[in-house]
């Protein structure tokens, strides 16, 4: 079946480091891939997205390219900020088998001031 | 703030008791999704729902069930609690539940079983 698999946290990075967080993903069909994002206490919110394949999503900074020959959807950003500190989730919807969505195991990641 | 409406945002119960979980999508979705957030699991897809019917099933086990009413209010339902039930349930929703559509998320209900 389909499957996300996400690079392990915790990651720790000083404020104005680059980021790299590697999502690779096992799918039948054509899927849409996801980053979402959860700040403490709160729920997931939509970070970026990438609907077919050579697509990149971008925004507040962070880059993903939907790269289907390497089954990959990476997510990276420049300059990190203390803000960014959160769980990152990389996600996909596949139609196949009936519209489900499949989540990554999240990574975290602390970034110090 | 996401536009979608999660009641209660805590629960505390005990085994074998029963709970409904309630969830308000944003206006205008038609298309709701459950999951569970737990520590060892992470986030796992429960159940979708798009316009009353059921669309597609996820790792949901049997004591679990869920439905969406005619004003597309969803709720979930968790029978015969037992320890390992104790997770963050989310629900979110989307405009026509396709492949590539956005997902809303509430904030959580959080369920505690002793």
């Known amino acids: 079946g389909d499957s996300v698999t996400q690079m392990e946290g915790p990651v720790t990075l000083s404020e104005e480091a680059c980021l790299t967080i590697?999502?690779?993903?096992?799918?039948?069909?054509?899927?849409?891939l996801f980053w979402y994002v959860q700040y403490p206490g709160e729920g997931l919110q939509l970070l970026l997205k990438?609907?077919?394949?050579?697509d990149k999503g971008s925004n507040k900074g962070f880059e993903a390219t939907y790269r289907k020959e390497t089954t990959s959807f990476h997510l990276e950003k420049g300059s990190v900020q203390v803000s960014d500190s959160a769980v990152y989730f990389c996600?996909?919807?596949?139609?196949?088998?009936?519209?489900?969505?499949?989540f990554g195991a999240g990574t975290r990641l602390f970034v110090k001031a | 703030d996401s536009g979608v409406t999660q009641t209660p945002k805590h629960l505390i119960t005990a085994t074998g008791q029963r709970v409904t979980l309630r969830c308000s999508p944003r206006?205008?979705?038609?298309?709701v999704y459950w999951y569970q957030q737990s520590l060892d699991q992470g986030l796992q897809f429960l159940i979708q729902?798009?316009?009353?019917?059921?669309?597609a099933k996820g790792n949901i086990l049997e004591r679990f069930s869920a439905q969406q009413f005619p004003d597309l209010h969803s709720e979930l339902n968790l029978s015969s609690l037992e320890l390992g039930d104790s997770a963050l349930y989310f629900c979110?929703?989307?405009?026509?539940?396709?492949?590539?559509?956005?997902?809303?998320f509430g904030p959580g209900t959080r369920l505690l079983v002793l």
């Open positions: 979110a929703s989307s405009v026509e539940g396709d492949r590539g559509e956005t997902q809303y």
């Open positions: 590697n999502c690779t993903y096992t799918a039948t069909g054509y899927p849409s």
């Open positions: 990438a609907t077919k394949a050579d």
């Open positions: 996600a996909l919807s596949d139609r196949t088998g009936g519209f489900k969505t499949i």
């Open positions: 206006s205008g979705d038609l298309s």
């Open positions: 729902y798009y316009n009353g019917e059921e669309r």
